[in-house]
């Protein structure tokens, strides 16, 4: 971020009336960068989302609610560094206009013990083997036997949130928002939208995604489940509680046998790196992929990209030293073979 002092000049009533604009007009003035702009956009935009979904604004919002934001970000903890330093900028400026005494966001980086602090600074980058794709998509599409009624919808809400994941690229706040009018019956695309209208998009559907989410739409037709919710938590039509969701993503991935073989955990992150690996994998422009994922910087994408070719690497060279030892040939032999994602398959 600049070092300027003077860095949000808006008035009180401007940031009250839209955070949004306020911003936007801010960021007009500033020299910097277009794909730091988009950045700095984004951020912003995500942090207003957070605080109307607590039903708080920039002056009501106290420390909890920034903690927890920040906290649930499913980014690295530098990353969260400066989503932070960030809003206890723009919150600098806004308790400044109102003479206010403490900003809510101020000494919440130096907390050494806060929640937020638990993302890991170089957490590697997971995707799922095509076998484990292929075997969780198989389960996706199983008999689930006579459930009775309430678990029946329940387990086909989780199948289909399973399939925005792995076949749409959805994030999990982002599923948590879907509602039913976000996508209609066979429509190869889903819309995710968003409070600021440049941040809305259309994320790609995978075939057998949108087979399972027409499934979903049938069966919650039938359940006459409320609201307009995608993925409610409950017949009422409330909305998933992320810790829900992380436990039904988990149970379907458990029942898919897929997780008794992996290291890591396949999350839904896990799910949306697959999403976009498979289409990196058929040839799609990483540009085009980065749209589908809602990415603001063109860099990202293709640091995806690259974390993927590495991935698949270190794949291949694992499977051709099994393939070595069971065979009988030395370990060294298998350091001349090819480790090129480009020109070999698992």
């Not at 003077?6 to 009250?16: E, K, N, P, S, T």
């Amino acid at each position: 971020m600049p070092n300027t002092s003077d860095l949000f000049d808006q008035q009180r009533a401007d940031w009250q009336a839209d955070p949004h604009a306020a911003f936007d007009a801010w960021l007009a003035q500033q020299s910097f960068r277009a794909s730091s702009a988009d950045v700095y956009r984004a951020q912003w935009g995500n942090f207003l989302e957070w605080l109307a979904a607590k039903r708080a604004t920039l002056h009501t919002v106290q420390r909890p609610v920034i903690e927890q934001f920040v906290a649930q970000l499913e980014i690295r903890r530098p990353q969260r560094m400066r989503y932070l330093r960030l809003i206890e900028r723009v919150l600098d400026h806004v308790r400044e206009v109102e003479s206010a005494a403490t900003n809510p966001a101020r000494f919440i980086a130096q907390d050494g013990d806060a929640a937020w602090r638990k993302a890991r600074d170089n957490e590697p980058t997971g995707f799922l083997t095509h076998d484990e794709r292929a075997l969780l998509i198989a389960h996706l599409f199983s008999p689930m036997g006579a459930l009775p009624g309430a678990q029946r919808w329940r387990e086909r809400r989780d199948r289909a949130l399973v399939a925005v994941f792995l076949g749409g690229g959805v994030k999990t706040g982002e599923a948590a928002q879907l509602t039913v009018d976000c996508y209609a019956a066979g429509a190869p695309y889903i819309t995710v939208d968003a409070a600021n209208p440049l941040l809305i998009r259309q994320a790609r559907l995978a075939p057998f995604a949108i087979e399972l989410l027409d499934n979903w739409i049938s069966e919650r037709k039938t359940a006459d489940l409320a609201g307009e919710l995608l993925f409610p938590a409950a017949p009422s039509g409330r909305s998933m509680h992320k810790a829900t969701m992380l436990r039904a993503i988990d149970a379907v991935v458990a029942a898919s046998g897929i997780a008794a073989s992996r290291a890591a955990r396949a999350s839904p992150q896990t799910l949306r790196n697959t999403y976009a690996a498979e289409h990196f994998e058929d040839g799609t422009d990483p540009d085009r992929v980065g749209q589908w994922l809602g990415f603001q910087q063109t860099i990202s994408v293709h640091r995806l990209l690259r974390a993927w070719q590495e991935w698949m690497g270190e794949q291949i060279r694992e499977r051709d030293i099994a393939q070595a030892r069971a065979s009988g040939t030395p370990d060294e032999g298998s350091q001349g073979l090819t480790t090129d994602p480009e020109n070999s398959h698992l």
